[in-house]
């Protein structure tokens, strides 16, 4: 390679990122079906997202949740209190027919499993899930689909305004973000029928707000480990305590193996409650006797989310006298932590068909354009980070060799939020015009810039260390393979800067795709954007390369942000 090639490396750092807030018919005179909907032409979808941009929450509310942690039922019931106020009591929610699932890794990728199979037996599927990507609309869902504009808009005036009617000066008038789009989510499935709702936990378990159902039909613990660690506490039995507080009496639980310590207080939390819960066995145990089971989401990760996903669409169909009647039985006892082992069964053809058909955007997706092929994960903890990088050289090696005769280069593009360690996710990575749904106001541009320099200090920091080689600089195991773009190692005498920090994400893909691809066309860019010497040779690189291989990691906020821009029809 040339010079101006080896002294390159690609780490993109976000400074403007889209991060995003930091969560049966009921009779006619319950609820919000008999408030009437505003009529006004100005409440237009985008005038519902702004107003529910209000509601997020700031940095001084995110104290106090950290201080009042220790004293759930103090959060539930004001909980409670919003529920009542919006017409709707506890026990109405159990109706509902509830899946609830909490975790650190895969807990939504496990819900997206388990309602596209519960739909493929053809039952209307209710769906709340959490951080949206694009529109905040994603985040309720009816038989897999984002509820539209309009519906979107009807609930949110009719549940605004019950609010604003409830309110007295005991009180506050209005929840904050998550709360309200939870309380809007309850509504929005009681009201329009739907025979089940799939619930993922918001952050942690026991004081998530979703915790306010009292009786779900059968609960979930995806993955465990490290995040969220000023809220959930900083090692994973307390943050497994957490999870665990979804348990209830009575209802069957299911989770995944986990290491020794956070199993054992996930048993010792069921076993307090008297919630019987299950260990699921391996995918690999429920495909014996049958043909290998394809799933619509790739990686090797997502396999553990799928078998729980079959356990608990399992037990739901049993609980229900659905295809099946009967109480969940253990196959066998369990020896691990003295957790029984859920049922192995022989998956029905509705349920190969929902785990072939389910999609989950910005989970292991892949968008390929031409000479670019965009991987994206937002992954955001270091277990998932890895679960991304074991993916993303699973994708490399089955990718179709490029026909031009230019190099083969790759690009990292990554951000971290919240209060994640960015220096261990990166050195996982490298150890040598907004929508108002996008839209945060729980940080300034200057808190966010400082968070991208941040980064960029810790990745050069990593290059200088150059302890072994990666995913990025190893060498191919086929003639032939990719050279690495920003990520050779320095010559000697060269530019020793290994990475860009872009002002928004609009510029980051300008710069990645020069131009090339198909859909991203976006206006010509600002100037000043290539004055930099390592983004003016780079962009020469990028012009050049036969292909080019974008990892999109890091922050699920960030990757919703490049799929804005390389899925428009998502925006609309």
Not at 265 to 290: F, H, M, N, W
Not at 440 to 455: A, G, K, P, S, Y
Request: glycine share 8%; aromatic share 6%.
């Amino acid at each position: 390679m040339s010079r101006a090639r080896n002294h390159l490396r690609a780490a993109l750092f976000l400074a403007a990122a889209s991060a995003r807030g930091v969560t049966t018919q009921v009779a006619a005179q319950r609820g919000l079906s008999a408030w009437p909907v505003p009529q006004e032409p100005s409440m237009e979808y985008q005038d519902a997202v702004r107003m529910l941009n209000t509601l997020q929450t700031n940095a001084g509310y995110l104290e106090q949740v950290k201080r009042q942690r220790g004293d759930p039922q103090t959060q539930l019931e004001a909980m409670e209190l919003y529920l009542a106020r919006s017409g709707l009591q506890v026990e109405d929610l159990d109706r509902l027919n509830i899946i609830h699932v909490t975790g650190t890794k895969g807990k939504g990728s496990t819900c997206a499993f388990t309602e596209c199979i519960l739909r493929s037996y053809g039952l209307k599927t209710g769906f709340f899930s959490s951080p949206h990507l694009v529109q905040v609309r994603e985040r309720i869902r009816i038989n897999g689909q984002p509820i539209s504009p309009e519906l979107f808009t009807k609930y949110f005036w009719r549940l605004y305004h019950r609010l604003e009617e409830t309110k007295d000066g005991s009180c506050v008038s209005m929840p904050p973000y998550f709360r309200f789009l939870t309380l809007m989510a309850f509504h929005v499935f009681l009201q329009e029928k739907v025979d089940l709702a799939v619930v993922e936990v918001g952050i942690g378990g026991a004081y998530d707000c979703t915790n306010i159902i009292r009786k779900p039909v059968v609960c979930g613990v995806s993955s465990l480990g490290i995040d969220h660690t000023s809220l959930l506490g900083d090692t994973v039995e307390k943050i497994a305590w957490q999870k665990g507080g979804i348990f209830k009496q009575g209802v069957p639980a299911f989770t995944v193996l986990q290491p020794e310590g956070p199993l054992a207080v996930l048993r010792d939390r069921a076993q307090q409650i008297s919630c019987p819960l299950y260990l699921c066995p391996t995918l690999e145990a429920l495909e014996e006797g049958g043909p290998p089971l394809a799933l619509g989401l790739d990686g090797e990760h997502q396999r553990s989310n799928a078998a729980l996903a079959l356990q608990l669409a399992h037990c739901w169909l049993q609980r229900q006298d659905r295809h099946g009647a009967g109480e969940v039985k253990a196959s066998r006892p369990g020896l691990l932590w003295q957790l029984p082992l859920a049922p192995v069964f022989q998956p029905t053809s509705h349920m190969r068909l929902g785990l072939r058909n389910t999609e989950w955007l910005g989970r292991t997706q892949v968008l390929r354009r031409g000479p670019l092929t965009w991987y994206l994960d937002g992954a955001h903890t270091p277990s998932s980070v890895q679960a991304c990088v074991r993916w993303f050289r699973q994708a490399l090696q089955g990718r179709e060799r490029p026909s031009g005769s230019g190099p083969e280069v790759r690009v990292l593009l990554f951000n971290a939020t919240g209060d994640r360690d960015p220096a261990a996710l990166l050195k996982l990575l490298q150890v040598r015009g907004r929508l108002a749904d996008q839209q945060n106001f729980t940080v300034t541009l200057d808190q966010v810039l400082l968070r991208c320099l941040e980064h960029q200090q810790h990745w050069n920091h990593l290059d200088e260390e150059q302890a072994s080689p990666d995913l990025w600089s190893a060498p191919s195991p086929e003639p032939g393979g990719p050279t690495s773009l920003l990520l050779a190692p320095h010559p000697p005498h060269t530019c020793s800067a290994s990475s860009l920090v872009f002002s928004c994400i609009s510029h980051a893909l300008q710069w990645i795709s020069q131009g090339r691809d198909p859909v991203f066309q976006p206006p010509t860019p600002p100037k000043g954007l290539l004055t930099h010497p390592v983004a003016h040779s780079g962009a020469s690189v990028l012009h050049e390369a036969a292909a080019i291989h974008v990892l999109v990691t890091g922050s699920l906020h960030l990757v919703g942000g490049v799929l804005k821009l390389l899925e428009p029809a998502l925006s609309q």
